[in-house]
């Protein structure tokens, strides 16, 4: 097939730290290129790829020197330049989550696959996405898709990487490296970092923090997280690389995931599993979906439960969590789940809600 992934430009595909959309986008495309599909990528120059890229902006939008730019405009200039090359594809697969492409794609949108990434919970949003009821998606949980259940559904996907791209350590834990929990992400009020300190600290183990901090989350960060970092019981080690990435999740005791929003994934979780390091998350989102409870961690509702979760998670065997990882999300099961959805696409007749 002749394939068009519309990556976000927000960050390069892959990104050098943050930013699971973009991972997951580059995953697909290397993985539909080996199996010999003609992919084409748009997204921000300097994207690694195995795919053809076709650069859309000079540079990710967070990358952007200048002091304002327009996410708006730079995503509109790009789905101008997929829709004058739209012949030239058998499908168009477009990850972005605000939907601006529609009104643009609605004249072929037999042949357009939509993967929002981000939350579907906007009170005005059913009723605008009901004028385009021929557009196909597909959601990344079932959680996610929940507010907005009359849409076009054709699959559910969840999130794969390759299996061998993350191990567990042997010798876990390196030499001379004290148990602690991990807290990876982004700090903010939906993160919730402030509660993953709090656990830590009942629970008697130190935690490790490795997050980006976005402008609008500063005022947040210096008020809630900043005076609590001692370099002890609670140390920020910045936003990490991927190739910190091992031994910052594989020496881990588990990885806190407090989350107080509905997270329609969550990257890093599977991140961690694929480690065999145990994730403690709270019961949001696509949490129940993702972690297997009792066995690749534990789902939690409050506080108290998960500071009584930690000596549990810690009883867990590493490498049942692993097997979780490789049996449920490796980018091989990914991609062929991708490839049947593309197959549906042309060949409906009314919206099917149908889960892969």
Same mark, same amino acid.
């Given at each position: 097939?002749?394939?068009?992934?519309?990556?976000?430009?927000?960050?390069?595909?892959?990104?050098?730290?943050?930013?699971?959309?973009?991972?997951?986008?580059?995953?697909?495309?290397?993985?539909?290129?080996?199996?010999?599909?003609?992919?084409?990528?748009?997204?921000?120059?300097?994207?690694?790829?195995? #795919?053809?890229?076709?650069?859309?902006?000079?540079?990710?939008? /967070?990358?952007?020197? &200048?002091? %304002?730019?327009?996410? *708006? +405009?730079?995503?509109?200039?790009?789905?101008?330049?997929?829709?004058?090359?739209?012949?030239?594809?058998?499908?168009?697969?477009?990850?972005?989550?605000?939907?601006?492409?529609?009104?643009?794609?609605?004249?072929?949108?037999?042949?357009?696959?939509?993967?929002?990434?981000?939350?579907?919970?906007?009170?005005?949003?059913?009723?605008?996405?009901?004028?385009?009821?021929?557009?196909?998606?597909?959601?990344?949980?079932?959680?996610?898709?929940?507010?907005?259940?009359?849409?076009?559904?054709?699959?559910?996907?969840?999130?794969?990487?390759?299996?061998?791209?993350?191990?567990?350590?042997?010798?876990?834990?390196?030499?001379?490296? #004290?148990?602690?929990?991990?807290?990876?992400?982004?700090?903010? /009020?939906?993160?919730? &970092?402030? %509660?993953?300190?709090? *656990? +830590?600290?009942?629970?008697?183990?130190?935690?490790?923090?490795?997050?980006?901090?976005?402008?609008?989350?500063?005022?947040?960060?210096?008020?809630?997280?900043?005076?609590?970092?001692?370099?002890?019981?609670?140390?920020?080690?910045?936003?990490?690389?991927?190739?910190?990435?091992?031994?910052?999740?594989?020496?881990?005791?588990?990885?806190?995931?407090?989350?107080?929003?509905?997270?329609?994934?969550?990257?890093?979780?599977?991140?961690?599993?694929?480690?065999?390091?145990?994730?403690?998350?709270?019961?949001?989102?696509?949490?129940?979906?993702?972690?297997?409870?009792?066995?690749?961690?534990?789902?939690?509702?409050?506080?108290?439960?998960?500071?009584?979760?930690?000596?549990?998670?810690?009883?867990?065997?590493?490498?049942?969590? %692993?097997?979780?990882?490789?049996?449920?999300?490796?980018?091989?099961?990914?991609?062929?789940?991708?490839?049947?959805?593309?197959?549906?696409?042309?060949?409906?007749?009314?919206?099917?809600?149908?889960?892969?």
């Amino acid at each position: 097939m002749r394939i068009a992934q519309v990556a976000p430009l927000f960050e390069m595909v892959p990104p050098s730290a943050y930013g699971g959309t973009e991972r997951i986008i580059a995953t697909l495309c290397d993985h539909l290129v080996a199996r010999g599909h003609d992919v084409t990528l748009f997204a921000a120059a300097g994207s690694a790829t195995a #795919a053809t890229l076709v650069e859309s902006r000079a540079c990710g939008l /967070r990358e952007d020197p &200048a002091p %304002r730019v327009s996410p *708006i +405009a730079a995503h509109l200039a790009m789905l101008d330049q997929v829709r004058a090359q739209q012949a030239e594809f058998d499908v168009i697969h477009c990850h972005l989550s605000h939907f601006q492409h529609f009104p643009l794609f609605e004249g072929f949108a037999a042949k357009t696959l939509t993967t929002p990434h981000g939350r579907l919970d906007y009170a005005d949003l059913p009723a605008a996405l009901a004028r385009w009821p021929d557009m196909a998606m597909n959601s990344i949980s079932l959680n996610q898709r929940q507010p907005l259940s009359q849409a076009n559904w054709v699959a559910n996907i969840y999130h794969g990487l390759p299996r061998d791209l993350y191990r567990p350590l042997s010798g876990r834990p390196a030499a001379g490296i #004290a148990p602690y929990l991990a807290f990876i992400g982004r700090f903010s /009020r939906d993160k919730r &970092a402030d %509660r993953a300190i709090a *656990i +830590a600290k009942a629970a008697g183990l130190p935690l490790k923090l490795a997050a980006k901090i976005d402008d609008d989350d500063r005022a947040w960060f210096h008020r809630e997280i900043e005076p609590q970092i001692d370099g002890n019981c609670v140390d920020y080690v910045g936003e990490i690389s991927e190739a910190e990435k091992p031994a910052f999740l594989g020496n881990a005791a588990a990885l806190l995931f407090p989350i107080d929003w509905p997270e329609p994934f969550g990257l890093v979780v599977i991140e961690a599993m694929a480690h065999g390091t145990p994730v403690i998350a709270w019961r949001n989102g696509a949490m129940a979906e993702i972690v297997d409870d009792g066995v690749s961690g534990f789902v939690v509702d409050t506080l108290e439960q998960a500071i009584a979760a930690v000596p549990l998670t810690l009883a867990l065997d590493r490498g049942e969590v %692993r097997k979780c990882f490789e049996r449920r999300f490796d980018a091989a099961r990914m991609v062929d789940d991708y490839v049947a959805a593309y197959a549906v696409l042309g060949r409906q007749t009314e919206p099917v809600n149908a889960v892969f």
